[in-house]
């Protein structure tokens, strides 16, 4: 595993973050709802596993290319956060 970057929900993934990966990213900022009491966003993290990117939200999404080239959205069931 190769440790990535890690952004702010909402803002523009920094430029190591693939292309492919980048408008489930922003469809997943877009699902969040907004928080009226100035809570502070959750944030990415983007991690290289067998070479392939996955970026993880701190609330448990996931936004990974599997091997196959398809872009994926899951929810890790054992995220405390979920």
Do not use: K, N
Request: proline fraction near 11%; hydrophobic fraction near 40%; avoid cysteine.
């Amino acid at each position: 595993m190769q440790l990535g970057t890690r952004w702010t929900s909402g803002d523009e993934p920094p430029a190591a973050v693939p292309a492919p990966l980048r408008p489930q990213i922003a469809a997943v900022d877009r699902a969040l709802p907004t928080d009226d009491l100035g809570q502070p966003r959750p944030r990415w993290t983007l991690t290289f596993l067998e070479g392939r990117p996955i970026a993880e939200l701190d609330t448990g999404v996931i936004v990974e290319l599997t091997a196959e080239g398809e872009v994926v959205v899951r929810h890790d069931d054992e995220d405390e956060f979920g």
